[in-house]
T-cell receptor, first 112, second 116 residues
């Protein structure tokens, strides 16, 4: 009964490919996020959705497209992957925008 | 947007010692000040938080102190244990309003190592 679950846990792919990461939360939260953590552990917000509506888009390249089919799911699709996209991507949710965030286990994306 | 500085970037202590990590923020309208702990291979997890109407909060061996005037808050861990070894992040919430949506801005992280 994992609170925030994301799949896959690991993703290795070639440059130029398109890939998706899925996230689901069973906490009944209204807000979901995508964060990117680079090799230096720096954690930066990418997107925030509140009840399926995009609230925050932090100047992320438009190759990254989030989709929220319902408030329990927030998926991340990445087109034309580049080497610099290699990172750990975390999904998170909170009851309200800016509240305590519950994180998933992360997806380690490696672009070769 | 919020500028956040967290120090030190690495901290090494002996078991039983105390550890202190400081976080400085820029938005005077910030009103919520959490600390997260990230263990290896896991997502960050909230360990303690404080709101702007309180100066200090304790939970067993961990405490957070807030100085709103100086715009900084600190994490204090006493009687450290090897299982406290992790990366710690501050994440002040910017004040909501205008173009701000009250998001959390994470500090650069502090790698804490507790030696047995």
């Amino acid at each position: 009964d994992t609170a925030v679950s994301q799949t896959p846990k690991y993703l290795v792919t070639q440059m130029g490919n398109d890939k998706s990461i899925k996230c689901e939360q069973n906490l009944g939260h209204d807000t979901m996020y995508w964060y990117k953590q680079d090799s230096k552990k720096f954690l930066k917000i990418m997107f925030s959705y509140n009840n399926k509506e995009l609230i925050i888009n932090e100047t992320v390249p438009n190759r990254f497209s989030p989709k929220s089919p319902d408030k329990a799911h927030l998926n991340l699709h990445i087109n034309s992957l580049e080497l610099g996209d290699s990172a750990v991507y975390f999904c998170a949710s909170s009851l309200l925008q800016g509240g305590e965030a519950f994180f998933g286990q992360g997806t380690r994306l490696t672009v070769v | 947007g919020e500028n956040v500085e967290q120090h030190p970037s690495t901290l090494s202590v002996q078991e039983g010692d105390s550890a202190v990590i400081k976080c400085t923020y820029s938005d005077s309208a910030s009103n919520y000040f959490p600390w997260y702990k990230q263990e290896l291979g896991k997502g960050p997890q909230l360990i303690i938080d404080i709101r702007s109407n309180v100066g200090e909060k304790k939970d067993q061996r961990i405490a957070v102190t807030l100085n709103k005037t100086a715009k900084h808050f600190s994490l204090h861990i006493t009687e450290t244990q090897p299982e406290d070894s992790a990366v710690y992040f501050c994440a002040p919430r910017e004040g909501a309003g205008g173009t701000s949506y009250g998001k959390l801005t994470f500090g650069q992280g502090t790698i804490l190592t507790v030696h047995p």
